[in-house]
């Protein structure tokens, strides 16, 4: 059974480009617009691997990762985080919260795959 | 696929610069306030994010420095600046050209992009000096993966103790050991020796730990980078340990891996010793390398689709595709309806309104998709009016209602240039200079309004400013010399002020790079007549000006008047209609001929279509005149006969006959023939030439 | 014209003008119509007949008879109207053919189709693809891309036999 990944990301075409990369590496993918959006969806599969935004309206990616490690099913999913921003508080910041790693944008759909097979294979 | 998704992309990236545009114009008004700013700054990440992932480059390499600015500015280390606010716009205006010319660099002026980006760094650099760090660090990911590594070969001794809580980040600890096993050969040694009594055991943390030996032309930042995600809360030593294997040694990894794992018991140091005892005693004896099994990414294609999304985005074709179908699903419903009275079966009438209702609705609701606010062609003229302002030296505020009001997509679009022109127009010679109006006690402020409403079928937009007000007698006076009119010419105010509608028409004393540029309103009426719609002026010295235009809803279905003449039938649009009245012979003569009715001691002149379309059987003892009001002016058009209101779907004429002459298009009638619908305007504008040349 | 064209065999539908037989390449042909009513469209030559509703989409019909500078069509129980494809440029464009009749479908060979006669055809040669030749008789095998070329049909916009023209003359 192929493994289902979560894309959260407030921008369709990142989101929709990321979903096509990970299908065709043989993902199944599902995608949220916000934090908010994947919190909803988030029971509805199992999930191997979730990647978030970190700028979202409505909740932001940092609080969605905290949220989602206080549900027992997604505690010891990993969780990756997109961002820009290079400096390390970010990325720490992403850390406690609970996130496995960080993917810097901008990245290459190549650069995605490696970084989700680095995590789940 | 990926040219759709790149599709995606450029719409996208077009919305988001227009939300820039709109987002930059309301912080200039409020510098402070952190939710637009944050805005602005979610912008441009996302551009700058999204636009290298779809291969613009040249735009996430543009975008990042000023991305660097906001974010400063969103951590409140610096202020927004007019001159920032003037600096980012033009960084808009770029990132939309490279993105409509995308590969071809030929229109992308690179002298001026080069000058924003370096007065973003000097912005920057004046508030933050570690700026040039954090450009390298952003391009980091992709430099580390692009360095070709040397063939050389390098052994490394890797200790990896995770921190306890690694499971807590959803560390999968044999990823990174996959990962590494793939860069080339090891050897690998797992230890237990921490794991507490089963009591005391928590399942929930790490106490497992690694020492690997591993043979690669990688270097050591490439295994760093393997680690780089639990690098801050584990113990990692890595150990170039090149010097202490003999020259042209082969290593056999297998049997190395076997010595090591018979001594279950062993830690980091006697896994270093272990090594050490082979390098020493073993000699070249065998030659084959473990490969590392290659994972291969699974094929399948069978995806689950994503959950339900509030809303999607469709290609404009699809929808056009989908209006189509159903202006063909409205004429063969014409063609139910007429067959079922005519077979004057009940049964069949009943399914067949039934089918009507369901037809109106579906029509309605595909119309409707089509429709969008007219607020965002509104938007726009925010940085329009900003610029002109500046460039003629008025100050103008430009204010907007009813920016709700939603119309079919195509005529937005072809409503965005004569609202540029009229906007223009209004600002270059309605709006009196500050001085001017100070002089007769108006606010230095100019006012320009744009208001959009809804009345009936039509949307009424309304472009009102509070400027010195059109001159009649310049006008009359204007038109005169440029011989539209004649001096003993009557008009009413109305017809007057639509003068300057005219062609070649243009009171404007001195002509600006504004309005001078050759086009004049008449350009303006023939695009609004182009979607069937009128224009309307009215004015008070003094006191301002305001253009109304009447727009129909949709283009694609429009309510018309059915005609016929001989045998054909012909649809005239129908909000241009006022009356019918009949035509006999008798009339005709009472006029000698000439081609003229009067209506309630109104004379009005009228079109024989008979005589145009050259149709040369008799005419009827008693014709019908369709009064239609053309520019103002009341013109007849006289048919065989008229069958009354008829819901025309619109169908080009194609290629062949795209340049007829006073046609614009045909429909199909409910019997399967094919009507003509008719540009009175283009028909009544060659008539007139025609005349005028006797 | 290239020969490569002619270098498969293909198949071709005949139809009658007048007394001559030409044929189409099928793969052109994409029905073929019962004469039904054509709306003429005003100010626009003869041969060009009119419009016709195919399901639904607007399509133009020309008299060939005319096209060729024969008399108009007459109308008969065999007129057909045969809808093909024209390649216009990057576009396809659908179109009506008026004809007196059509006659029937068949093959034939390169070896029995010969060059277009530069003269004696009556016809510009650039709209004939080659001579078929079929027991003893010839057929005129028909280049419609270049019979329904745009620049063909552009007189459409240009000419036409009355007011039309006075109207280009008054500007």
């Known amino acids: 059974m192929p493994k289902t990944i979560m894309t959260v990301d407030d921008s369709a075409s990142v989101r929709q480009m990321v979903a096509y990369t990970l299908r065709e590496a043989g993902y199944d993918v599902v995608e949220a617009c916000d934090g908010v959006d994947a919190l909803a969806k988030i029971d509805s599969a199992t999930y191997n691997l979730v990647i978030t935004d970190l700028n979202m309206p409505r909740m932001d990616g940092i609080t969605l990762i905290k949220e989602l490690r206080i549900k027992p099913k997604i505690r010891f999913t990993p969780i990756l985080m997109l961002t820009t921003e290079s400096q390390s508080e970010k990325k720490m910041e992403g850390k406690s919260a609970g996130a496995t790693g960080w993917i810097v944008k901008p990245f290459k759909p190549e650069q995605l795959v490696t970084v989700v097979k680095k995590v789940i294979g | 696929m990926i040219d759709s998704l790149q599709q995606a992309f450029i719409e996208e990236t077009k919305e988001l610069l227009a939300e820039l545009e709109i987002t930059l114009l309301a912080v200039e008004d409020a510098p402070t306030d952190s939710e637009l700013i944050a805005k602005l700054f979610r912008a441009l990440h996302t551009i700058k994010g999204s636009s290298s992932m779809f291969g613009f480059d040249d735009i996430a390499l543009f975008t990042h420095d000023i991305e660097t600015a906001y974010d400063l500015i969103r951590n409140g280390k610096l202020g927004v600046t007019k001159h920032i606010i003037d600096l980012t716009l033009l960084a808009r205006d770029e990132i939309s050209n490279m993105l409509v010319n995308t590969g071809s660099h030929t229109n992308i002026n690179e002298e001026n992009t080069k000058k924003i980006i370096e007065s973003f760094r000097e912005i920057v650099s004046g508030y933050n000096k570690t700026e040039k760090k954090q450009t390298k660090d952003a391009v980091e990911l992709q430099s580390s993966s692009n360095n070709k590594s040397s063939e050389k070969h390098h052994h490394f001794h890797i200790r990896f103790i995770p921190g306890k809580d690694l499971f807590l980040t959803g560390t999968n600890p044999l990823m990174l050991i996959d990962e590494l096993r793939e860069m080339g050969s090891m050897v690998l040694s797992a230890h237990f020796d921490k794991t507490p009594d089963f009591i005391m055991l928590n399942p929930e943390e790490c106490y497992c730990y690694w020492n690997i030996f591993l043979k690669t032309t990688k270097t050591l930042d490439d295994l760093q980078d393997v ?147 007219i607020g965002s062609t509104f938007s726009k003229f925010k940085r329009l009016v900003r610029d002109l302002s500046n460039e003629l030296g008025k100050e103008v505020e430009l204010s907007t209602d009813g920016a709700a009001t939603e119309l079919d997509k195509t005529v937005i679009e072809k409503l965005n240039d004569p609202l540029i022109h009229i906007i223009r127009n209004s600002i270059d010679h309605g709006v009196e200079a500050p001085e001017e109006r100070i002089r007769v006690g108006k606010s230095s402020m100019g006012k320009v309004h744009l208001s959009a409403s809804q009345s009936g079928g039509n949307v009424l937009i309304k472009i009102i400013d509070d400027g010195a007000g059109l001159n009649k007698e310049a006008i009359r006076e204007k038109a005169i010399k440029s011989g539209i009119i004649s001096e003993t010419t009557e008009m009413n105010d109305t017809e007057l002020y639509s003068l300057i509608f005219a062609p070649g028409f243009s009171t404007a004393k001195k002509v600006t790079s504004v309005s001078g540029r050759g086009v004049g309103m008449d350009v303006v009426r023939r695009a609004i007549e182009g979607l069937r719609g009128s224009v309307q002026v009215s004015s008070e010295l003094g006191k301002g000006t305001v253009i109304t235009l009447k727009l129909p809803l949709t283009l694609a279905i429009i309510d018309g008047l059915l005609v016929k003449i001989e045998s054909d039938h012909y649809v005239l649009p129908l909000s241009s209609i006022e009356e019918c009245i009949e035509l006999s012979e008798e009339d005709i003569k009472k006029a000698h001929g000439r081609h003229i009715v009067n209506i309630r001691g109104k004379i009005i002149p009228y079109i024989s279509l008979r005589e145009i379309f050259s149709i040369k059987t008799n005419r009827p003892k008693i014709e019908q005149v369709v009064i239609a009001k053309i520019n103002n002016h009341q013109v007849g058009f006289v048919v065989d006969q008229v069958f009354g209101q008829h819901q025309t779907v619109l169908k080009s004429l194609g290629k062949y006959y795209k340049n007829v002459e006073g046609i614009s298009g045909a429909t199909i009638l409910g019997d399967g023939t094919v009507a003509l619908i008719l540009d009175i305007n283009k028909l009544t504008e060659n008539e007139e030439i025609i005349e005028n040349n006797f | 014209m290239s020969n490569s064209v002619l270098n498969e065999t293909k198949q071709y539908l005949t139809f009658k003008l007048s007394d001559e037989v030409f044929g189409v390449d099928v793969a052109q042909v994409r029905e073929i119509l019962d004469y039904i009513k054509i709306t003429k469209v005003p100010q626009t030559p003869d041969f060009m007949c009119g419009v016709i509703n195919l399901r639904g989409s607007v399509v133009p019909v020309v008299d060939m008879n005319l096209k060729f500078g024969m008399n108009l069509t007459e109308r008969t129980v065999n007129t057909c109207i045969v809808v093909v494809e024209v390649k216009l440029g990057d576009e396809t464009a659908v179109l009506g053919a008026l004809v007196d009749s059509v006659q029937e479908v068949f093959e034939i060979e390169p070896q029995n189709i010969e060059p277009a006669p530069r003269i004696g055809t009556k016809l510009n040669t650039e709209f004939i693809k080659g001579m078929g030749k079929r027991e003893e008789k010839f057929i005129i095998l028909l280049d419609i891309d270049k019979v329904f070329s745009s620049e063909e049909l552009e007189i459409v916009q240009s000419s036409g036999n009355f007011k039309s023209n006075e109207i280009n003359s008054a500007k």
Do not use: C
């Open chain 2, 227 to 373: 680690f780089i995600f639990v690098a801050d809360n584990s113990e990692l030593t890595f150990e170039n340990i090149s010097n202490e294997i003999p020259k042209d040694f082969e290593i056999d990894f297998t049997k190395l891996q076997n010595i090591i794992s018979q001594n279950a018991q062993n830690n980091t140091n006697d896994f270093r010793s272990i090594l050490k005892e082979y390098f020493s005693v073993q000699k070249q004896e065998m030659q084959s390398e473990i490969n590392a099994p290659k994972k291969q990414a699974q094929a399948s294609n069978g995806h689950s689709e994503a959950d339900s999304v509030s809303s999607i985005r469709v290609s404009s074709e699809k929808l056009d595709e989908l209006v189509n179908l159903v202006g063909e699903l409205v004429t063969i419903q014409a063609t139910l309806s007429q067959v079922a009275i005519s077979n004057n079966n009940n049964d069949m009438i009943s399914i067949s309104e039934e089918v009507e209702r369901i037809t109106w609705s579906l029509r309605d609701s595909a119309l409707n998709i089509r429709m969008l606010p």
